[in-house]
Nanobody, 121 residues
Framework: QAQLVESGGGLVQAGGSLRLSCAAS????????MGWYRQAPGKQRRELVA????????NYADSVKGRFAISRDVAKNTVYLQMDSLKPEDTAVYYC??????????????WGRGTQVTVSS
């Protein structure tokens, strides 16, 4: 089994910055794509924020392009999300996701428990 633990959320004023981190641990053989998703208040679905492959290929939601940057430390099994120029509409619970192959060579998606990001106007 593997686990994902997020950190770095909090309360920030509009225009401010936050950096989220997500560390994967456990019986990990390899990690393919890692990413961040968010679920805004009152919405039932999580939406993609950004993803990054093991080769460093990134993908962003249009709403965060130019403001957020995803990066990854492969050796530490950790993914980061640098969020700049935050807006009130970025308020959400942010979830980390990773496609992990464990030491038994079984692969599946894992999710963290989420970290709250609140942007005040």
């Amino acid at each position: 089994q593997a686990q994902l633990v997020e950190s770095g959320g909090g309360l920030v004023q509009a225009g401010g910055s936050l950096r989220l981190s997500c560390a994967a641990s456990g019986s990990i053989f390899s990690i393919n794509t890692m990413g961040w998703y968010r679920q805004a208040p009152g919405k039932q679905r999580r939406e993609l924020v950004a993803t990054i492959t093991s080769d460093g290929i990134t993908n962003y939601a249009d709403s965060v392009k130019g403001r957020f940057a995803i990066s990854r430390d492969v050796a530490k099994n950790t993914v980061y999300l640098q969020m700049d120029s935050l807006k009130p509409e970025d308020t959400a619970v942010y979830y980390c996701s990773a496609y992990i192959t464990n030491t038994a060579r079984a692969s599946t998606d894992y999710w963290g428990r989420g970290t709250q990001v609140t942007v005040s106007s």
